[in-house]
C-alpha cells in the first residue's frame, strides 16, 4: 500500500516546537534582563544562556527591541491587565482594593520574581528602558484607577480626609514593591521563617488599615 503524502503545514504557521522554543527564549531573556539590567545583557548572552545562536532570537524577535517589546506584550501587560480586572471585582471600598492589590502583587511577584527586580531596574532608575514603554499604558489600568476609587470613597467619607488619593497609591506600591525588590536583604537580617509572604500582607494591610480609616 502507498503511503499518502502528508499535508503541508500552512506557510508561516509554526509548529508547537517552535512555540514552545520561543516560549522558553522569552523566559530566558525576561530574567537575564531582571538580573543583569537590559542594556547589560545582549543577544549573545541570551542565546549562550538558551544554547542557541544569536540569529535564532533575531528570527523569532527580530533584534533585541523586538524582544524588549514581546516582553512588555507578552510577560508584563497580561500581569496588569488581570491586576486591573481584580480592582475591578473589588468594588468601591478602599480596604477591599487595597487587599486585593497586594494579594494580586504578592502572587504575581511570588510566581515572577522579576517584576520587583526589573521595576527598580528599569521603570524606577533613570534611563531604564521600560520606563517609557510601560508607563503611560499601565498608568490608566491600575494607578489612575486606584486614585480615582480612593477620591470617590474619600468623597462619600469612607476614606481619610487626610490622605491625598494619588499619594496612597504611591505609598502602596511603594509598600508592595519594594519588600519584594529588598527581600535577600531583610530576609537576611531578619532570619525568621514566620515572615513569608502571608505575614507581609497582613502586616501591610494592619499598616494602611490604621490610617485609612475615616
Not at 548572552?45 to 533584534?63: C, D, K, M, Q, S
Not at 501587560?77 to 468594588?91: D, S, Y
Amino acid at each position: 500500500m502507498s503511503k499518502q503524502p502528508k499535508t503541508p503545514r500552512a506557510p508561516g504557521r509554526p509548529t508547537a516546537d517552535a512555540t514552545v522554543l520561543r516560549e522558553q527564549l522569552l523566559d530566558i531573556a525576561t530574567n537575564l534582563f531582571a538580573h543583569q539590567g537590559i542594556h547589560a545583557t545582549s543577544l549573545r548572552a541570551i542565546a549562550e544562556r538558551a544554547g542557541v545562536t544569536p540569529a535564532l532570537l533575531n528570527y523569532y524577535f527580530g533584534g533585541k527591541d523586538g524582544l524588549v517589546d514581546a516582553m512588555v506584550e507578552e510577560r508584563f501587560l497580561p500581569l496588569v491587565t488581570t491586576a486591573a480586572q481584580g480592582l475591578q471585582q473589588a468594588g468601591d471600598d478602599p480596604l477591599a482594593l487595597v487587599e486585593a492589590f497586594l494579594r494580586d502583587m504578592s502572587r504575581n511577584v511570588a510566581t515572577h520574581p522579576w517584576i520587583s527586580q526589573l521595576w527598580v531596574r528599569e521603570i524606577l532608575c533613570d534611563g531604564g528602558v521600560l520606563r517609557e514603554r510601560l508607563m503611560d499604558r499601565i498608568a490608566p489600568m491600575v494607578p489612575l484607577l486606584l486614585a480615582q476609587k480612593f477620591a470617590a470613597a474619600q468623597a462619600r467619607g469612607a476614606l481619610n480626609p487626610d490622605l491625598d488619593p494619588r499619594l496612597l497609591v504611591v505609598s502602596l506600591i511603594g509598600l508592595t514593591l519594594l519588600p519584594y525588590a529588598a527581600a535577600p536583604i531583610w530576609r537576611g537580617v531578619f532570619a525568621n521563617p514566620q515572615i513569608g509572604d502571608d505575614a507581609l500582607i497582613a502586616h501591610t494591610l494592619a499598616l494602611l488599615k490604621g490610617a485609612m480609616e475615616p
